[in-house]
């Protein structure tokens, strides 16, 4: 079962580390607008101090030449005891090239908020070996940097998840979202994407109220991962709350059977106690997503698996917060999702 350490809480006044460990946009000339407003939203909405690493800012180019430079900042921040917290930059695609350069006694001795999505997946898997609970959620060049304002939604999770030591209790589905893609030119700053009325949370099946500790994110990474050194162990699937979510290529159904079946294949559907699955970029393939996860849990025996949909986190905005290993329940009857614990310390 999986068991893992919290971090401490945020504070206002606090300093806090921004990384660019996969794409390098918060450094390139046409895109630094993006990350300077993400960096001021976190001063001023939260009252934290943002410092970047050596080569945060360093651009596209030369991070994607030197994935060592990008873990040598992570690893730097978590070893400075005056950050207390990391955000990332924005995902990517190739994080996994930081594996050989990762101490994980580095990450377990200085146990620190670390916050992203996406393929920022991978990182979340460093910290799960070290043994230390990381934030599923939001990132500086996108949610923290929304044109015009910040969602309040995404303010509430964030505020309620790192900076209270309380228990984090019911998550309600954003009550609206978007996907709309708005070029990241500066001409386009004060322009307000198009948000939609959200649905409720959708009960694909089950019928119960079930627990489990919060293990998942992004379904292609979590493919990438798998057979590397840092894939968990099966037993961290035991009893656990899976949670899963799909980036802005739009996966296909058929990829999201395969990885289903390969899940069931290794044995962990028969592990988890349900499945929380957010909603669809754009909704695209929101229904036919829904159909192969029916069609591949009846595959494996685990037709009565509480699986709850639409949830709000991942790809679209605004998002929520899932902190890895935190208890969470399912309440099929209710149709509502609640982390039964803090997140942090």
Known sequence: ????????????????????????????????????????????????????????????????????????DLMQAFSDRKIKAIFSCIGGNDSIRLLPFINYDIIRNNPKIFCGYSDTTVTHYMCLKAGVSSFYGPAILTDFAENITMPEYTFDAVR?????????????????????????????????????????????????????????????????????????????????????????????????????????????????????????????????????IVKVLKEFGCSELSVLYNGSFGHNEPKTMLPYGALAEIDCENRSFSILESGVI
């Open 1 to 72: 079962m999986l068991e893992l350490k919290k971090p401490p809480k945020l504070n206002s006044g606090d300093r806090v580390a921004a990384v660019s460990l996969s794409w390098g946009g918060a450094g390139d000339d046409e895109t630094r607008w993006r990350y300077e407003q993400g960096k001021q939203r976190l001063e001023d909405l939260f009252g934290l101090e943002v410092v970047e690493m050596p080569n945060t800012l360093k651009g596209s180019a030369y991070l994607y030449e030197n994935p060592q430079k990008r873990a040598e």
């Open 160 to 292: 309620k998840t790192l900076f209270d030591s309380a228990v984090v209790g019911e998550i309600q589905p954003s009550p609206s979202w978007t996907s709309e893609r708005l070029d990241w030119i500066i001409e386009n700053k004060s322009r307000a994407r198009k948000f939609y009325p959200n649905r409720r949370y959708e009960l694909i099946q089950g019928k119960s109220k079930v627990q489990g500790r919060l293990i998942g994110g992004c379904t292609e990474v979590l493919a990438l991962i798998r057979g590397t050194s840092l894939f968990p162990t099966f037993d961290c699937f035991d009893e656990a709350i899976l949670f899963l979510e799909t980036c802005e290529e739009l996966p296909p159904p058929w990829f999201i059977e395969d990885e289903l079946r390969c899940y069931g294949t290794m044995g962990l559907l028969n592990r988890i106690n349900g499945i929380f699955w957010a909603k669809p970029m754009g909704e695209t393939y929101h229904a036919e997503y829904k159909q192969v």
